[in-house]
């Protein structure tokens, strides 16, 4: 039986197993991030005496603002790095304090 492989964290310089716990770690992470979505449509919906086409049009333009705002922090998260010299800036950045 072959050994998972290895992969080196950049940030921390661990090394850790790359498995199935990974793939479920972030399914679930994914599920946890959907479903809140999904109960604020609905609650929208019934509020709003809507029908089938408001719920499905109220999620998409949910899905439309969050991809309108995951660009505006990608497109932030870029010019930080380009202004913080590259790679490097990952270890002079820190967020814990």
């Not at 090394?15 to 609650?43: H, Q, T």
């Amino acid at each position: 039986m072959q050994k998972a492989p290895t992969l080196k964290c950049a940030h921390h310089g661990q090394e850790r197993d790359s498995s199935m716990k990974d793939v479920k770690a972030v399914l679930l992470r994914l599920l946890c991030s959907v479903v809140p979505y999904f109960l604020v449509v609905g609650s929208l919906t019934v509020w709003a005496d809507g029908n089938v086409r408001t719920f499905w049009r109220t999620l998409g333009t949910l899905a439309a603002a969050r991809l309108i705002f995951g660009l505006i922090d990608l497109l932030g998260n870029v010019l930080w790095w380009r202004v913080a010299g590259g790679s490097g800036a990952q270890s002079t950045i820190s967020l814990n304090g």
